[in-house]
């Protein structure tokens, strides 16, 4: 795909659309042909500016507005775009950021451009807003027509999440379940019951209100909600569950419908033997809840529409129903009520009782009050506040039957938020009256032993008895439709594979109806089951975790202060996200604890599945925002003014020229930084003003994939500069933040040995990427060729070494870590077959004094480093070594003796071993540095000194290997460890600039041979033997 294309001013555009179907959604592509003079086009100028995605890989499609109008195709996104005038578009094609390209066609006379699927994807970000244009333009609303967007968006507020959130919150309990509650809890603590539950449900509304006014939401509803806010990992998995949960509901809704149809018309029943006509048993009730499910599932199939104008339906029945109970409260006179039979404790039926509707009295009221907590009829257990508190917000937990339908509304954004709202209210007035009523009329006897008393106080008891029917039926419809329209969000999310596929099948209107199968399918399973009780108490634990999840996501939005995070909704703080979240979690022990550790474990199972598989990272992750402003918060109160050597650590920043040779230097000094920070650096030689787009921003990401591949915890940090020493001084400057700056600067060494390309032997960095990007090794040029030039010659080489210097940075300076034991470089414990040594040389070599000079600030960092080597797990079982060299005045062991007692001040592990200098390394003891590296002495001489240093290094590496006197190929040679490492100490560089190239021939000579080895010259104080 070509970055950009622009048509000149002097031609004219013809965009020619030609569709082609793939995978599902329309797709075209884009042409352009010179046809001067076009009467098509208006006479004033105008230009059409919109922004691709780099990543973007499909076609084009430019339709005119007539043509859209005219067609009823759902396949186009309307994206709306700037009208200018030419002369005021930018001269070049340019890029707004690495993932986003340009693209300017002048002049043209097209009103609306419309984007494939893959182009209208919710990683896309708002570019552009069209606010003027042709009058009478026609722009459709959100959703509509939309590709791949399903169903066409025609639900109302009210029809689409009034109803059904009403008639969830309702089900069967406001019928069966009122003389429960006020019988035991009396009106009082039944009062105190409902606010507690309501108030629980408002802090979730209350989250579900901000989430959903923040931007468009789209299908899915709460799992929408959280999994865009909290990643597909955490939304995943509760998306699954709440998918459950609403199975587990619609089977609890059907065999509750199924049950009280038996409790009437069953052969097992006490009503009138001419109605008891329906046989029972488990069998037979399995096929009622077939039937039931079947008619329930026939209307789901068919469509939004039909569930909304059949809720719609039960909806008047419901509230018909509750009219009529509500009159019958006023208009009934005083009767006394038959209860139903209850079984004794030997099988035989007690004798009937009475229990007493008195009208609206006092005494009644009164009488009412207090709690009276006895055993429930049906199961034969004592009640106690929290069972039936469980039992009553058991009934209320449908306030998600409203989101679940947001594929299908108009405007979910503000239908959500006003319906639900509206439906809490609704039903907590219901419910307030019922219990005024019920404790004014109803004595407790007629309370406690008949839950379906609204058939004995009734005008016409038919009527209460198609209220509970419509009620388990409306709940069913909702619990189903729920379940389908979460199924085929997690099916088109991709989540969970193959397993959800059938669910992504949609018809030509845009109905889900693989989606509704799949679920029908597993609510017949749930029938199988045929335990109203234990389900009614997974699907309430289910509902409670999905309502803290979004508790959750609306906290970390508001915590993470993101600015994006402006819902319209402001009726919401942090408090009662917090609140709302720890009574859901409250709650859900309380009801089943046993279920609500389930859950949990649950969620935690499938999280980990979903981490396993990974998903996509274009949903943006709440987590990032809330890391973004702790780390902020604390990197303000990370005072440098406030630095202790105590707490000194290494933060590196490595400079890297080409990855490929530079592998194991990036790994070793992933161990070397001790937890500090640690910033991979690299100088593109370039000028800005020169070039149309910064060439650094798109190499970010190879560089990121670079860090995540070698499983080392490094930042990335790129500049653009002429010159690699420019480039380096930027570097040491700017990286970093706060008091996380580099302190350290680390080079590999300038030498004429051959690149090496390690990604060919590293398996990490020649398998393919997941998810079919290209590997590695491609994004990275090769490795240069023996002899080409370099980008850096050795006097730049040198002087970025005496710019860091300058800078107060400490320098190191690594050669040959490609013959690193690979052992050492690897994460694990260093259980090796071979023991190593780590020698440490802790004085300058090139100017030897015949006191301990060695113990300066330079000689401790060597110390340091070494030390903090040794902690790393890949080097413990590496030995350390110190070598205290003995000047032609010192006795043997004075030195030694001297350099154990600040070994053992410094909690430093190391052997120490003496070893002489020969005639040529013995100099004047008064020469200091300076005059030393400035030339004071001679070129020769200084060679000397050099090698003979080099060569006393080389013989003690010679003895660990146990090479005798002929060398290796001598009689006496033995096994021993062989040196892994070697530390030396790096003498300042000369003053003069002309004596650089000079100076790295001396580090040439001292480091020959040597194997492995960092040259390190400190600067800092970094130890003490202080607590």
Not at 272 to 282: D, E, K, V
């Given at each position: 795909?070509?970055r950009?294309?622009?048509?000149?001013?002097?031609?004219?555009?013809?965009?020619?659309?030609?569709?082609?179907?793939?995978?599902?959604?329309?797709?075209?592509?884009?042409?352009?042909?010179?046809?001067?003079?076009?009467?098509?086009?208006?006479?004033?100028?105008?230009?059409?500016?919109?922004?691709?995605?780099?990543?973007?890989?499909?076609?084009?499609?430019?339709v005119?507005?007539?043509?859209?109008?005219?067609?009823?195709s759902?396949?186009?996104?309307?994206?709306?775009?700037?009208?200018?005038?030419?002369?005021?578009?930018?001269?070049?094609?340019?890029?707004?950021?690495?993932d986003?390209?340009?693209?300017?066609?002048?002049?043209?006379?097209?009103?609306?451009?419309?984007?494939?699927?893959?182009?209208a994807?919710e990683?896309?970000?708002l570019?552009?807003?069209?606010?003027?244009?042709?009058?009478?333009?026609?722009?459709?609303?959100?959703?509509?027509?939309?590709?791949?967007?399903?169903?066409?968006?025609?639900?109302?507020?009210f029809?689409?999440?009034?109803?059904?959130?009403?008639?969830s919150?309702?089900?069967?309990?406001?019928?069966?379940?009122?003389?429960f509650?006020?019988g035991?809890?009396?009106?009082?603590?039944?009062?105190?019951?409902?606010?507690?539950?309501?108030?629980?449900?408002?802090?979730?509304?209350?989250?579900?209100?901000?989430?959903?006014?923040?931007?468009?939401?789209?299908?899915?509803?709460?799992?929408?909600?959280?999994?865009?806010?909290?990643?597909?990992?955490?939304?995943?998995?509760?998306?699954?569950?709440?998918?459950?949960?609403n199975?587990?509901?619609?089977?609890?809704?059907?065999?509750?419908?199924?049950?009280?149809?038996?409790?009437?018309?069953?052969?097992?029943?006490s009503?009138?033997?001419?109605?008891?006509?329906?046989?029972?048993?488990?069998?037979?009730?399995l096929?009622?809840?077939?039937?039931?499910?079947?008619?329930?599932?026939?209307?789901?199939?068919?469509?939004?529409?039909?569930y909304?104008?059949?809720?719609?339906?039960?909806?008047?029945?419901?509230?018909?129903s509750?009219?009529?109970v509500?009159?019958?409260?006023?208009?009934?006179?005083?009767?006394?009520?038959?209860?139903?039979?209850?079984?004794?404790?030997?099988?035989?039926?007690l004798?009937?009782?009475?229990?007493?509707?008195?009208?609206?009295?006092?005494?009644?009221?009164?009488?009412?009050?207090?709690?009276?907590y006895a055993?429930?009829?049906?199961?034969?257990?004592?009640m106690?506040?929290?069972?039936v508190?469980?039992?009553?917000?058991?009934?209320?937990?449908g306030i998600?039957?409203?989101?679940?339908?947001?594929?299908?509304?108009?405007?979910?954004?503000?239908?959500?938020p006003?319906?639900?709202?509206?439906?809490?209210?609704y039903?907590?007035?219901?419910?307030t009256?019922?219990?005024?009523?019920?404790?004014?009329?109803?004595d407790?006897?007629?309370?406690?032993?008949?839950?379906?008393?609204?058939?004995?106080?009734?005008?016409?008891?038919?009527?209460?008895?198609?209220?509970?029917y419509?009620a388990?039926?409306?709940?069913?419809?909702?619990?189903?439709?729920?379940?389908?329209?979460?199924l085929?969000?997690?099916?088109q999310?991709?989540?969970?594979?193959?397993?959800?596929?059938p669910?992504?099948v949609?018809?030509?209107?845009?109905?889900?109806?693989?989606a509704?199968?799949?679920?029908?399918?597993l609510?017949?399973?749930?029938?199988?089951?045929?335990?109203?009780?234990?389900?009614?108490?997974?699907?309430?634990?289910?509902y409670l975790?999905?309502?803290?999840?979004?508790?959750?996501?609306?906290?970390?939005?508001?915590?993470?202060?993101?600015?994006?995070?402006?819902?319209?909704?402001?009726?919401?703080?942090?408090?009662?996200?917090?609140l709302?979240?720890?009574?859901?979690?409250?709650?859900?022990?309380?009801?089943?604890?046993?279920?609500?550790g389930?859950?949990?474990?649950?969620?935690?199972?499938?999280?980990a599945?979903?981490?396993?598989?990974?998903?996509?990272?274009?949903?943006?992750?709440?987590?990032?925002?809330?890391?973004?402003?702790?780390?902020?918060?604390?990197?303000?109160?990370?005072?440098?003014?406030?630095?202790?050597v105590?707490?000194?650590r290494?933060?590196?920043?490595?400079?890297?020229?080409?990855?490929r040779?530079?592998?194991?230097l990036?790994?070793?000094?992933?161990?070397?930084?001790?937890?500090?920070?640690?910033?991979?650096?690299?100088?593109?030689?370039?000028?800005?003003?020169?070039?149309?787009?910064?060439?650094?921003?798109?190499?970010?990401?190879?560089?990121?994939?670079?860090?995540?591949?070698?499983?080392?915890?490094?930042?990335?940090?790129?500049t653009?500069?002429?010159?690699?020493?420019?480039?380096?001084?930027?570097?040491?400057?700017?990286?970093?933040l706060?008091?996380?700056?580099?302190n350290?600067?680390?080079?590999?060494?300038y030498?004429?040995?051959?690149?090496?390309?390690?990604?060919?032997?590293?398996p990490?960095?020649?398998?393919?990427?997941?998810?079919?990007?290209?590997?590695?090794?491609?994004?990275?040029?090769?490795?240069r060729?023996?002899?080409?030039?370099?980008?850096?010659?050795?006097?730049?080489?040198?002087a970025?070494?005496?710019?860091?210097?300058?800078?107060?940075?400490?320098?190191?300076?690594?050669?040959?870590?490609?013959?690193?034991?690979?052992?050492?470089?690897?994460?694990?414990?260093?259980?090796?077959s071979?023991?190593?040594?780590?020698?440490?040389?802790?004085?300058?070599?090139?100017?030897?004094k015949?006191s301990?000079?060695?113990?300066?600030?330079?000689?401790?960092?060597?110390?340091?480093?070494?030390?903090?080597?040794?902690?790393v797990?890949?080097?413990?079982?590496?030995?350390?070594?110190?070598?205290?060299?003995?000047?032609?005045?010192?006795?043997?062991?004075?030195?030694e003796?001297?350099?154990?007692?600040l070994?053992?001040?410094?909690?430093?592990?190391a052997?120490v071993?003496?070893?002489?200098?020969?005639?040529?390394?013995?100099?004047?003891?008064g020469?200091?540095?300076?005059?030393?590296?400035?030339?004071?002495?001679?070129?020769?001489?200084?060679?000397?000194?050099?090698?003979s240093?080099?060569?006393?290094?080389?013989?003690?590496?010679?003895?660990?290997?146990?090479?005798?006197?002929?060398?290796?190929?001598g009689?006496?040679?033995?096994?021993?460890?062989?040196?892994?490492?070697?530390?030396?100490?790096?003498?300042?560089?000369?003053?003069?600039?002309?004596?650089?190239?000079?100076?790295?021939?001396?580090?040439?000579?001292?480091?020959?041979?040597?194997?492995p080895?960092?040259l390190?010259?400190?600067?800092?104080?970094?130890?003490?033997?202080?607590?």
């Open positions: 795909m070509r950009a294309w622009e048509a000149e001013q002097d031609c004219s555009a013809n965009l020619h659309r030609r569709r082609k179907r793939r995978s599902g959604h329309g797709t075209g592509i884009l042409s352009l042909s010179d046809r001067s003079g076009s009467s098509s086009f208006n006479s004033t100028p105008r230009a059409a500016i919109f922004f691709l995605p780099s990543s973007y890989s499909g076609r084009l499609y430019h005119t507005k007539e043509h859209f109008l005219a067609t009823s759902p396949r186009f996104r309307l994206f709306s775009i700037f009208r200018v005038h030419p002369h005021r578009l930018p001269p070049t094609i340019f890029s707004d950021s690495r986003l390209l340009l693209l300017g066609v002048r002049p043209v006379n097209c009103s609306h451009i419309y984007l494939p699927p893959t182009m994807s990683s896309s970000p570019l552009a807003y069209r606010l003027l244009g042709e009058e009478g333009a026609t722009f459709l609303p959100y959703g509509m027509g939309s590709p791949g967007g399903g169903a066409l968006r025609k639900l109302s507020t029809l689409g999440v009034v109803v059904p959130t009403v008639l919150m309702f089900s069967i309990v406001v019928f069966m379940r009122i003389g509650v006020v035991h809890a009396g009106l009082l603590q039944a009062l105190a019951m409902l606010l507690i539950a309501y108030f629980i449900l408002v802090l979730t509304v209350l989250s579900v209100c901000a989430i959903a006014t923040n931007g468009a939401v789209r299908g899915g509803g709460a799992y929408f909600m959280i999994s865009r806010t909290l990643g597909p990992e955490f939304g995943g998995s509760i998306g699954l569950m709440f998918f459950l949960a199975v587990c509901g619609c089977a609890v809704s059907v065999l509750g419908l199924v049950e009280a149809i038996l409790d009437v018309f069953g052969a097992d029943a009503g009138p033997a001419g109605i008891r006509t329906l046989p029972q048993g488990y069998g037979w009730n096929l009622y809840g077939t039937i039931v499910l079947g008619l329930v599932g026939g209307v789901c199939t068919l469509g939004a529409g039909l909304a104008q059949a809720s719609f339906l039960t909806f008047l029945l419901v509230s018909a509750l009219a009529l509500l009159i019958s409260f006023v208009a009934v006179g005083p009767r006394d009520v038959t209860l139903p039979l209850r079984p004794s404790t030997n099988g035989s039926s004798n009937p009782n009475v229990g007493h509707f008195t009208g609206f009295n006092s005494s009644t009221l009164k009488a009412n009050l207090g709690a009276g055993q429930d009829y049906t199961t034969g257990v004592t106690t506040f929290a069972s508190f469980a039992v009553l917000f058991n009934g209320c937990t998600m039957a409203g989101a679940n339908m947001s594929g299908e509304l108009k405007d979910p954004s503000r239908a959500i006003l319906g639900t709202i509206i439906a809490v209210a039903t907590f007035f219901i419910y009256l019922l219990f005024f009523f019920s404790s004014f009329t109803c407790r006897t007629l309370l406690q032993e008949d839950y379906g008393f609204f058939r004995g106080i009734s005008l016409w008891p038919p009527m209460v008895l198609i209220g509970v419509a388990s039926l409306s709940a069913s419809m909702s619990s189903l439709i729920g379940a389908s329209r979460i085929h969000a997690l099916a999310d991709d989540l969970f594979g193959l397993i959800l596929a669910a992504k949609v018809s030509q209107g845009g109905n889900p109806w693989g509704v199968l799949y679920s029908w399918c609510v017949q399973v749930m029938l199988l089951v045929g335990k109203l009780n234990t389900l009614a108490a997974v699907v309430t634990v289910f975790v999905a309502y803290a999840a979004v508790d959750l996501s609306c906290l970390s939005l508001e915590w993470a202060s993101a600015p994006n995070f402006r819902p319209t909704f402001n009726l919401f703080s942090w408090h009662t996200c917090l709302g979240m720890a009574s859901c979690l409250l709650m859900m022990f309380l009801i089943s604890p046993g279920a609500a389930g859950s949990l474990l649950l969620m935690g199972l499938l999280s599945l979903l981490t396993a598989r990974g998903g996509p990272s274009s949903w943006g992750y709440v987590s990032q925002a809330l890391l973004f402003h702790q780390v902020r918060k604390y990197l303000l109160r990370l005072d440098v003014r406030k630095d202790h105590k707490f000194w290494p933060q590196l920043l490595l400079l890297v020229g080409n990855p040779g530079a592998l194991p990036l790994r070793l000094a992933n161990q070397l930084k001790k937890g500090g920070l640690y910033v991979l650096g690299h100088v593109s030689l370039g000028d800005l003003d020169a070039l149309p787009l910064d060439p650094v921003q798109p190499q970010y990401g190879a560089w990121l994939s670079l860090i995540d591949r070698a499983q080392v915890k490094a930042f990335v940090d790129l653009l500069s002429p010159t690699v020493r420019q480039g380096a001084q930027h570097l040491l400057r700017i990286s970093g706060g008091g996380m700056k580099p350290t600067l680390v080079l590999g060494f030498d004429d040995a051959p690149p090496q390309d390690h990604f060919l032997t590293d990490a960095f020649s398998e393919p990427v997941e998810g079919g990007g290209p590997a590695l090794d491609s994004l990275f040029p090769p490795p060729a023996p002899g080409s030039p370099r980008a850096l010659t050795p006097h730049d080489y040198v970025t070494v005496v710019d860091a210097l300058k800078m107060n940075k400490n320098v190191v300076l690594a050669r040959e870590c490609g013959a690193l034991p690979p052992e050492r470089l690897s994460r694990s414990s260093g259980s090796s071979q023991s190593h040594h780590v020698d440490v040389w802790p004085l300058n070599l090139l100017r030897p015949g301990p000079g060695y113990v300066d600030v330079c000689g401790l960092f060597l110390l340091q480093m070494a030390t903090i080597l040794s902690m797990p890949a080097w413990q079982s590496a030995k350390l070594r110190i070598f205290l060299c003995l000047g032609p005045q010192e006795a043997p062991g004075t030195g003796e001297r350099l154990r007692v070994l053992s001040q410094l909690r430093i592990r052997e071993q003496e070893v002489a200098w020969s005639e040529g390394a013995r100099i004047d003891e020469e200091d540095e300076e005059n030393f590296v400035n030339g004071n002495r001679g070129d020769a001489e200084v060679d000397a000194l050099a090698i240093a080099n060569a006393l290094v080389r013989a003690q590496q010679a003895n660990d290997r146990g090479e005798g006197p002929g060398g290796p190929e009689d006496h040679r033995r096994e021993g460890p062989s040196t892994a490492l070697t530390f030396l100490y790096l003498p300042r560089p000369p003053a003069d600039p002309a004596r650089y190239p000079r100076y790295l021939a001396l580090l040439e000579m001292l480091s020959q041979g040597l194997g080895t960092l390190i010259h400190g600067v800092t104080p970094v130890t003490c033997t202080d607590i």
